[in-house]
């Protein structure tokens, strides 16, 4: 059996499916260690899988609660800039300790994040075969495809193909310095040119999380690029609800952005004005006297299991993260999608695209505009046919399950795993 190293940026939405596939392989009788900063145990031992901490000196305890505190309020362009510069960092505090720590633990295999350049490079540097996870939208460039992090439509005209271009030069210049980074350890270790974090990309298997129902159309995929849905631990069966006979609708804002209370305040306005109960989960984001002035008495919790809680609901009203918009689909549930920052625009127009909810931007998010858009994908049929649709697709693309036979396959071969 093989020792896996896994290595992710610490927030849940990305750690959580990387975690399920390492709970996955260590079922199966392989070891798994994560490797990040300190703050990141209090995420993964809980799990019950063992973790190995880095930085000690450039990022002590307490660094990443900052972080997140600064990821919750980003807001405009030096917000962004801000980040950057914290990721950079992260990643050549990666590469810095990485090489060292993954000798000591005598790994055999990276199973990195697409977003997480750091892992890709050392894996490279070191002579490991490695796999790139996308938990979030996959970040492989291709010029028919909008940029990630733009929340343009796809159209397969010429002018948008350039458009395209355009953006994707404009983001490599927004990641200058985390592209500095890259290009530097590339430089040192003899990997060749590497100016981005998608030139960290594996050449032997490639997974997303999502499926090719909620994506663009891609053309120009490695052959190494497998869709295998949502990957998911178990979910523990959730709290009994407290139901008063209306029909349910879910909220939620993601980990990151749960203390947006006017957010939540028209997500609670719509649902009483459509005579919905509403469940929200805020990540802890909401002090109970918020929670008390919010209209219609929604049921609000810090974190709940969504699957259990998605299967009773007849909307879902969201932020747009990636998991949570897949965990939807996955129990058949139409969506409304509020982006706040991040990919989730990208994500948002996606959802339009496969017939599964109604994008609503922020500065359209009137109490009146959200009422209107929720009772549109509760009562028009065509939402819920296309987030059953989704739904197969999910269950057949085999989950967690199917991302660990792929890196047993890798693990046995020794050769890129082709779709």
Not at 379 to 405: K, Q, S, T, V
Request: aromatic content about 6%; hydrophobic content about 45%.
């Amino acid at each position: 059996m093989a020792h896996i190293a896994f290595v992710a940026p610490p927030f849940l939405g990305h750690l959580n499916p990387m975690l399920a596939l390492a709970a996955e392989l260590e079922r199966r009788g392989h070891r798994a260690t994560v490797l990040h900063m300190a703050d990141a145990a209090r995420l993964v031992e809980p799990r019950g899988l063992a973790f190995r901490p880095l930085g000690a000196s450039s990022h002590p305890p307490g660094f990443l609660g900052e972080m997140t505190r600064g990821l919750g309020r980003l807001n405009g362009p030096f917000g962004v800039r801000r980040t950057v510069l914290r990721v950079a960092g992260i990643t050549e505090m990666l590469c810095r300790e990485l090489p060292a720590a993954l000798r000591a633990t005598g790994a055999d295999m990276v199973v990195c994040d697409q977003v997480e350049a750091a892992g890709g490079l050392v894996a490279a540097h070191l002579g490991l075969p490695h796999v790139s996870l996308a938990s979030a939208l996959p970040i492989n460039w291709e010029a028919a495809v909008p940029p990630i992090f733009t929340p343009w439509r796809y159209h397969p005209a010429p002018w948008a193909v350039k458009r395209n271009r355009v953006g994707y030069h404009a983001s490599a210049y927004l990641m200058r310095p985390i592209g500095s980074v890259v290009g530097a350890y590339a430089e040192r270790w003899n990997l060749g040119p590497r100016r981005r974090v998608d030139h960290a990309l594996s050449g032997f298997l490639q997974i997303s999380q999502t499926v090719a129902g909620l994506e663009f159309p891609r053309e120009k995929l490695p052959p190494v690029f497998h869709y295998v849905g949502p990957i998911r631990a178990p979910a523990p069966p959730g709290p009994a609800l407290p139901r008063d006979g209306r029909p349910l609708a879910y909220a939620s804002l993601g980990s990151l952005q749960g203390g947006r209370y006017g957010v939540f305040r028209r997500f609670a306005e719509a649902a009483e004005r459509v005579g919905m109960q509403l469940v929200l989960t805020h990540a802890g984001g909401l002090t109970e006297a918020q929670v008390a002035r919010l209209p219609g008495r929604p049921l609000a919790y810090d974190f709940l299991p969504q699957g259990p809680v998605l299967r009773e609901a007849s909307v879902a009203v969201l932020h747009g993260g990636l998991n949570t918009v897949l965990d939807a689909c996955a129990a058949g549930v139409p969506v409304v999608v509020v982006p706040i920052a991040f990919e989730q625009g990208a994500i948002a127009v996606r959802v339009e695209q496969a017939g599964v909810g109604i994008a609503l931007p922020r500065w359209r998010l009137s109490a009146s505009a959200l009422t209107a858009a929720v009772a549109r994908v509760r009562d028009e049929p065509g939402f819920r046919a296309a987030a059953g649709r989704l739904r197969e697709d999910i269950a057949r693309a085999g989950g967690a399950a199917r991302a660990a036979d792929l890196v047993e396959t890798l693990l046995r071969t020794g050769r890129p795993v082709l779709a």
